[in-house]
């Protein structure tokens, strides 16, 4: 096999991923080969309903010759869902094909030993249902790496990292400790280094405005502050903590590669503020490389072709090289 293939799976069927993943295919000049595992009949559909028109290559599941796979068609592992309509409404009703293409997807991966996984995405009030927060954690239980992840939103001139992910705002203080600090960073440090054969400067923001409260033992004082006290005397570029209305201006900025914040939309708001679609999420931790484009399913788009393909085509060329 010349190149590993790139195993994608499309997620909620009733989302703007496939829409996404034609205009990304459309011009393509991936090394990798692409295998989708999604719903060929509301492929087909939507690919119509959209005009586009792209041959498709039908890929057994239990295929184990990859070598002649390439991109001049779609190369599909088709899992069947009924539909009425290509451009439905989200419900419950595909639960249950989103958890096949999965458990298909995951089971190439590591009877393959595959390195290379891109997921569309779910709706975490129908699919997840609250049994995990994301599919950062969803997929971390599925490998058995619970708790020894972390969700790091890249782009090449900044990324973010939000040590809690998918949770109320009112639960976010009892989910932070020294340890998540640590493992984060650990992490971050790791695939910086693998990747790109360096130490990213690193700055952690504090939880509370301005990195101050008017009580005692505050979560700066008790885990934040420690935890970077503990991190700086291992050689490691972490800077901290600032207060997240502050560390997003540009004076601060450029002396930055990632920043970590304590809970999501501190660190993700003005991420897509700066940088919009151009960037992709990435799971370190996982016993491969998971992105996700940094977009959710979008009903409200769906079938009006006008949705921007800039996320998955920074996923795909991120694992092609």
Known sequence: MSKEPIIIVSGEPNSVFLEIFFKSIKNNSYKSPLIIITSKKLLQEQMKELDFSIKINDIDKKVKDFSKLNNKKINLINVNYNFKNCFEKITSKSNKYIEKTFTIALKLMMQNNFSKFINGPISKK??????????????????????????????????????????????????????????????????????????????????????????????????????????????????????????????????YDVIIGMYHDQVLSPMKALFGFDAINITLGLPFTRISPDHGPNYSMLGKNLSDPKSLIQALKFLDK
């Open 126 to 255: 129908y699919f997840l249902k609250g049994k995990t927060p994301g599919i950062t954690e969803y997929l971390a239980k599925k490998t058995n790496k619970k708790n020894k992840v972390a969700m790091l939103i890249f782009n090449k001139n900044l990324s973010v990292s939000p040590i809690t992910t998918h949770l109320a705002l009112k639960n976010v203080h009892k989910n932070i400790s020294k340890q998540k600090i640590y493992n984060q960073v650990n992490l971050i440090n790791n695939f910086y280094k693998k990747k790109f054969n360096r130490l990213p400067r690193i700055a952690i923001t504090g939880l509370n405005p301005h990195c101050e409260s008017n009580f005692k033992d505050s979560e700066e004082v008790k885990m934040i502050i420690p935890a970077i006290n503990k991190l700086r005397l291992k050689n490691t570029k972490v800077n901290g903590p600032f207060p997240a209305d502050t560390i997003f201006t540009k004076s601060l900025l450029k002396n």
